[in-house]
């Protein structure tokens, strides 16, 4: 190992980890091993990585409460430090990391909530693409409609969930005090959009969440339908093809 | 290394005020169209696929010229550079087309992780040689000459055996880079380690000064009591680090000049104020050799 090499081994390890000692040869010009000096990169990192983090699970942040969100955010960056420097890429892991973090289980709804503002992050930086327009429905023959396959927006994602997911995000999303929710009133599947630059979160009709998600996986319009209704009787193809195209979720149709 | 033109670039970086673009700006600056030189960004806020950030970017450099900073490449890192990364970067440059190009003498990436700071380098022949391989091969790939900014730091290491400037003049040297000067961390370095940042300045390799970057930093104490600045980004440039520039700007002649303010970040007119003030001083009459005779 040369030199430079084994100096930022051991300056990486002090720097993630708040009990080591500061490394051989860190010295100011009053002492050797400052510790305070040394711990000023440590806060750099940590502080700067929870920062990320509140920016980008907002409502997350807001739900837990300024201390408790960075205290929470600290240990997923303890573990979970980010592997690129590309920092919009940072996160993913935080809603799985919320399912274990004991000191949240009681909040069994917030892993989903970190999930949509995922997605949300993820739709914001998609790659950019026209969606067809609603008249596009109108020159579907439907002799022929079971057949098409859609291509949908890489801003495209659905969040299901056994809990009022839609609702906490989008009342917690506004800048006055949320109203009342009931945790206990059943669940939302949720679809994120990005047809121009602004991310919209929809909340899915009965069956729509089935029919977006076979649709993605390349199903043809006959059988994604099929999909929605065996999981809902009342899922209604009208409307949710409707919606669908309207929300800016489409690009393309194509004949299978 | 000779200058690579880029013929493509129609609008170089005046020697004046420019300022760091935040995204609480975009429409701002848009609709407002504010009387500033130049703008800068991060390479890393526009490495994604696409939306709002580049849609926003896209529309303001139609205006103004741009210069493009990174701040994750990790040129003083031993490991090699992320090819990946070096590839965004490129391709941050073909799709802006800026006018400059810099980074940090600093590492952040190690095995595998990024630890989201500007960590620093012992000063030898061993790291140096090490940035200029670095600093070769991003060069190379991305076609230009690109510019060195010298690091605010809090500490120092036991085998470092020559001085900052010596590292990076040698640096200069051997691999035809500009340097970029960030005159508050020459303040905040120079405080921290005991030495003279006016004769810091006076000894830098003024020809070579492609850029200066001015930013804010807070007031600490180090392990023994005495005084220690920590480089955030978070604030209106000091009073001391104005005096400085004017220095630098005696020393240097005019050069293009970013207000950087990363943290907190203020309203666009605050942003402004600043940008104007470090205009007044660029637009002085130069007295650049008076000093020194």
């Not at chain 2, 030189?37 to 139609?62: C, D, K, Q, S």
Request: glycine fraction near 8%; hydrophobic fraction near 40%.
């Amino acid at each position: 190992m040369s030199r430079l090499s084994e100096t930022q081994t051991g300056f990486a390890h002090a720097v993630r980890n708040a009990d080591a000692a500061v490394p051989e040869g860190v010295v100011s010009h009053l002492r050797d091993k400052p510790r305070k000096r040394f711990g000023i990169y440590r806060n750099n990192v940590y502080v700067s990585l929870i920062n990320v983090l509140e920016g980008r699970f907002p409502v997350v942040a807001r739900l837990l409460g300024e201390e408790f969100f960075k205290a929470t955010a600290r240990v997923f960056v303890e573990h979970h430090p980010p592997a690129s420097p590309v920092l919009m890429r940072y996160g993913g892991a935080f809603p799985e990391f919320l399912e274990t973090f004991e000191p949240v289980s009681d909040l069994p709804w917030l892993p989903d909530v970190a999930r949509l503002e995922w997605a949300w992050n993820l739709a914001y930086h998609a790659a950019d693409r026209d969606p067809i327009s609603p008249e596009a429905l109108a020159t579907i023959d439907p002799a022929s409609a079971d057949s098409l396959v859609f291509e949908l927006h890489s801003a495209v994602q659905v969040v299901r969930s056994p809990y009022p997911v839609v609702t906490i995000w989008s009342e917690n999303s506004k800048d006055r005090e949320p109203g009342q929710i009931d945790a206990g009133a059943g669940g939302e599947d949720g679809l994120i959009v990005r047809p121009g630059i602004a991310v919209d979160v929809r909340h899915l009709p009965p069956g729509g969440a089935a029919f977006i998600t076979a649709l993605s996986e390349r199903k043809t319009l006959g059988s994604a339908a099929e999909r929605a209704l065996a999981e809902d009787e009342s899922f209604d193809l009208q409307a949710n093809l409707g919606g669908l195209i309207g929300s800016g979720a489409v690009v393309a149709l194509e004949t299978a | 290394m000779s200058r690579i033109e880029d013929t493509r670039v129609s609008s170089p970086i005046p020697a004046r005020a420019g300022v760091g673009l935040k995204p609480e700006h975009y429409s701002e600056i848009l609709e407002t169209r504010p009387a500033v030189g130049w703008f800068e960004v991060h390479a890393e806020n526009y490495m994604g696929a696409g939306g709002a950030p580049h849609h926003y970017l896209t529309a303001i450099r139609e205006h103004y010229p741009l210069s493009v900073h990174g701040v994750g490449l990790s040129i003083g890192a031993d490991a090699a550079l992320d090819l990946n990364h070096l590839a965004a970067l490129k391709q941050v440059c073909d799709r802006y087309e800026p006018s400059l190009v810099s980074e940090h003498l600093a590492w952040s990436t190690h095995d595998g992780v990024y630890l989201n700071d500007l960590l620093p380098v012992p000063y030898n022949a061993e790291t140096q040689a090490r940035v200029c391989e670095h600093i070769d091969q991003v060069q190379e790939t991305l076609g230009r000459p690109m510019l060195l900014e010298n690091p605010s730091t809090y500490v120092r290491f036991e085998g470092s055996d020559m001085s900052e400037l010596e590292f990076l003049r040698g640096i200069v040297e051997r691999t035809g880079c500009g340097l970029l000067l960030d005159v508050n961390n020459v303040h905040v370095s120079a405080t921290n380690h005991a030495y003279d940042a006016v004769a810091y300045i006076d000894a830098f390799p003024h020809e070579h000064v492609g850029e200066i970057h001015l930013g804010g930093h807070a007031d600490d104490e180090g392990d023994d009591g005495e005084p220690l600045l920590i480089d955030d980004h978070g604030s209106a440039v000091a009073d001391i680090v104005w005096g400085l520039y004017a220095h630098t700007i005696s020393c240097c002649g005019p050069v293009p000049t970013l207000i950087e303010w990363d943290n907190d970040v203020p309203e666009w007119r605050v942003l402004m104020e600043e940008a104007t003030q470090a205009d007044a001083v660029l637009s002085k009459p130069v007295l650049r050799h008076v000093a020194a005779e």
